[in-house]
């Protein structure tokens, strides 16, 4: 298969191998299809609770993580399903934590809004607002401190710019120089709330000159772009220069949970940014430059569709941990 | 882990913060991921003096000064944590961990129950607690209740020097968050403190002075004005006996119940607010035990005042129990006239 080589191919086409685009694309599938099989299965009463669904926004997730390594760490957001598959975690896996399941990352202990994969480096996402900044940048901290090269992502959306956690994590971050990535995922809404109504400056990435680090603002759809703004930022990181902010433009398809009834927006927004879904968009990208044709394309949606219904399968057959053990993991189990 | 008790024959006479600093000194000799994290802790030494020359011994790498920024500073100890380090982080006073309360509650003490024991978070919170010394109502509070609340943290409350020291490396080799309650008014008194490390274990409460007619539980502070006011009642041939309670969750239900059962009388002395307080879940766990029937009088609570600590010196006294309220109150209970 002949690579384009010309100026003016995107920076993912020139940086990846073809494999790895391969493995990009299905890993945004598989997010798409993950969410949609948790969709479905909790309107059929398999998983409870709530959850808060990153359809729309896969592009932000996997071209994120591009370039960590399992020894990288990522803290994650409540809108963390992507992260979490993007970082490398098994959606099987993932179903039984949805499910309750004994065998889930948790053991059933946190579901959808404590998801996590600590072996690939995928810290947690988090139920708090904001809770993840401050952890990441103690994670930068012991990388730094015990002499390792590995960097930290710490994802947030738009509406945890505005809580102190943010602005006291960012500045620690630049004054002692550590090896994290801020991305921010501006999904222009913290749950009804524009963040162009709650946010005093025109774009997040802004927020970082305050703090003394590179600040950039990407198309968050565009798998390329917001690989090369990590690109730079993880460079940056790993030799030691300190913090940068991204900021990713996107936007979530769904409601902000199962409760939300979309009054705060309109039904043109939603089409208008469903029309640049990130998926097909970078589908198409990948088969203008030759990466992969239609019938390739095909089979690695195929391929993700089977990782979903197995995933499912392995979710519903796996058991529930047992009622006696509801004090389990409190604390760590102290040797006999 | 070593958690192996290596007591030097050597004791010295050292203040509760030189103990402290001794604990500090010798973790951080022990074990490279120890960092000491805080408020002015470098060169200032730290508010209270307890960190000192730590700085000059091990650099500014390992003793951190942090911004004054309580809620991201204990969110990056936490973060730390989790991935390798042993932070001890200082709050500057316990009253300024409101402000990290999400870092504390939602975070450390979570992680590791969220993540299904995949992960821990072995941090320790140092906390200057407690009131007398004129510093009014944002300064002096004792908040051990309200993070003794809190499943997946423990609480720890020392009373001597020896302790202090104990208790801090105790804090440092358990795998999971633990909250220190230094009281301030301690910080320079001097008592016998063995060299070399070793542990007071979490969860053990001591029984510092036998009696047979009345029980007080007491912590922090009040375990001296305990023992001093049951030095008094002793010339009455009232033996009260003392319970340094050192850790407020989880609580030596063990010891507590045993004393009650030999006295059949119960005082919780403690200096945070009476209501809702630590003596009030003293006086539950007794009251749902098989020392129920071995009481012979109500249980009596001495708590601090439903008001925050003022500033003038004899409200801030009147606020939080003193050395002839324990008196008076032990000996009612002891006489039988409660």
Known sequence: ?336 | MNAQVQIDAQVRELSYAEAIREAMAIALERDPAVVLMGEDIGTYGGAFQVTGDLIDRFGPDRVMDTPISELGGAGVAVGAALTGLKPIFEFQFSDFAALAMEQIVNQAAKLRYMLGGEAEVPVVFRMPSGSGTGAAAQHSQSFEAWFGHVPGLKVVQPSTPAEAKGLLLAALADPDPVIVFEHKLLYKMKGPVPAGHYITPIGKAAVVRPGQHVTIVASAIMVHRALEAAAKLAREGIEAEVIDLRTVRPLDRETIIASVKKTGKLLCVYEGVKTLGVGAEISALVAESEAFDYLDAPIQRLGGAEAPIPYNPDLERAAVPQMPDIERVARQLAKGEV
């Not at chain 1, 979490?84 to 499910?99: L, P, S």
């Not at chain 1, 030799?239 to 433009?249: D, K, R, T």
């Not at chain 1, 089979?299 to 529930?320: L, T």
Request: charged share 25%; with cysteine; aromatic share 8%.
């Open chain 1, 1 to 336: 298969m002949m690579r384009d080589t010309q100026e003016n191919t995107p920076f993912a086409i020139r940086q990846f191998s073809p494999a790895q685009l391969r493995e990009a694309l299905r890993k945004m599938h598989l997010i798409r299809l993950f969410e949609e099989g948790a969709e479905e299965s909790y309107m059929r009463g398999l998983i409870h609770g709530t959850m808060h669904l990153s359809i729309g926004q896969e592009a932000s997730a996997v071209a994120t993580c591009m370039e960590l390594t399992d020894a990288d760490k990522i803290t994650s957001t409540h809108r963390g399903h992507g992260h979490c598959i993007a970082k490398g975690a098994d959606v099987g896996r993932m179903f039984a934590e949805f499910f309750g399941k004994e065998t889930g990352y948790c053991h059933g202990r946190g579901g959808s809004m404590h998801i996590a994969d600590v072996k690939t480096g995928n810290l947690g996402a988090n139920g708090i607002v904001g809770g993840g900044l401050p952890i990441a940048v103690g994670a930068a901290l012991t990388a730094k401190r015990l002499g390792r090269d590995d960097v930290t992502v710490c994802f947030f959306g738009d509406g945890a710019n505005n809580e102190g956690a943010f602005h006291e994590a960012l500045n620690m971050a630049a004054i002692w120089k550590l090896p994290v990535i801020f991305v921010c995922e501006n999904n222009k809404y913290g749950m009804s709330t524009a963040a162009a109504y709650a946010t005093a400056v025109p774009n997040i990435a802004d927020r970082a000159v305050a703090y003394s680090m590179p600040g950039v603002t990407v198309d968050g759809n565009d798998f390329s772009a917001v690989a090369e703004a990590l690109h730079d930022a993880i460079a940056r990181a790993r030799a030691g220069e300190g913090p940068s902010l991204v900021e990713n433009l996107t936007y979530r398809w769904r409601g902000h949970s199962k409760s939300d009834r979309n009054r705060y927006r309109t039904k043109d927004e939603i089409e208008e940014w469903m029309s640049r879904d990130p998926i097909a968009r970078f589908r198409a990208e990948l088969i203008a430059h030759g990466v992969l044709d239609e019938a390739e394309a095909d089979a690695v949606e195929a391929e993700a569709q089977a990782a979903v219904a197995a995933g499912i399968d392995f979710a519903r057959q796996s058991p529930a941990p047992g009622i006696g053990d509801v004090t389990k993991f409190v604390h760590a189990e102290v040797a006999a």
